[in-house]
């Protein structure tokens, strides 16, 4: 908990650090009195609400996927996912959906095997829905791209598309891709540090397909109901992040809002098996607000900054979830909402 408390507050002093140097450059001082002046805080707070609330929606798209028989309430899988928010900060790579999985079977007795299987399998649906929103938004809007910087937005998007449609695949076929895993990983086993690798390696890629491999056999039908609510989180951060940018009296363009958190939320597969993944996250969601929304670099960092104070307040929280579900007895299955 301490360290993944001190991991979120390093993220968010790092941040803040940019910002101050921002402002002690000639055009950044100006950049920022204007910036304080424009700011409005009570739409701030609502802007992160709005954020916080994804955290719900993620609970219900968890809950959609779980074992027949099993509907903990959405409240109660909220905090647990809190929790799991916080786990992942302390330990790079899908730690949080195993400390979650362990809390569900706890407090909800949902079984282990189909609480992490359903898990994992969320966050999945979750990157892949993201992916394809990120390639549609590029596809079909025109996104205020600075000259000479088209190439490297179109790229972007169509690796992200590329990456989402991969995804989807594995969803479809997660045994195939567990065998092809195994034989491109086994070239690297020629030295102690590169078979732990390899062998960290394989044994994420085999969690996910036994998840996915285990979770296909629930139908389409729940898949199509945690796309759904994939999506419903996806669009309440983007509202969360609009108002965000408009309590700090900037107009970016909606279309480079919803590509920006849309892009970073399916590159994100690529950077939380690695120490400080936050940063490069940071690093991507503001350089994209920059280059497809139309923002400068203060407001961009300003936003960058405001979503990772509300990540910070959401690991509190976390925190003290975690301890009280530390203290709790199991509970009986199948409570609703």
Known sequence: MRKGLISAASGVGLVALAVVALSRTEVGAGAMADL??????????????????????????WRALMPPGHHPPATGLTAIICSGLLLNYAVPGPFGELGAAWFAQRRYRVPLAGALASGVTARIVGLITAALLAAAVWAVSDLPVPEGYEKIVAAAAIL????????????????????????????????????RLAD????????????LHEVATR????????????????????VGIGIAAWSLGAEPSVAGVVFTYATTTAGAVALFALPGSQVGWDVMF???????????LTDAAALVLAVRIQQLIVMGFGALTLTWLMQQPASSPDRSV
């Open 36 to 61: 304080w002046d424009r700011a409005r805080l009570l739409p701030l707070l609502v802007a992160l609400s709005f954020m916080t609330c994804a955290f719900f929606f993620m609970s219900l798209r």
């Open 160 to 195: 992200t598309g590329c990456g989402g449609a991969a995804l989807a695949w594995l969803a479809a076929r997660p045994m195939w891709w567990k065998a092809l895993g195994s034989r491109l990983l086994a070239p690297m086993r020629r030295g102690p540090r590169l078979t």
């Open 200 to 211: 960290k390696l394989e044994g994420t890629a085999a969690v996910v397909a036994d998840a």
């Open 219 to 238: 139908g389409l039908g729940a898949y199509a109901r945690a796309a759904g609510w994939a999506l419903s989180g996806h669009l309440v951060v983007t």
């Open 286 to 296: 503001g350089t994209l607000l920059v280059a497809t929304a139309g923002l400068g």
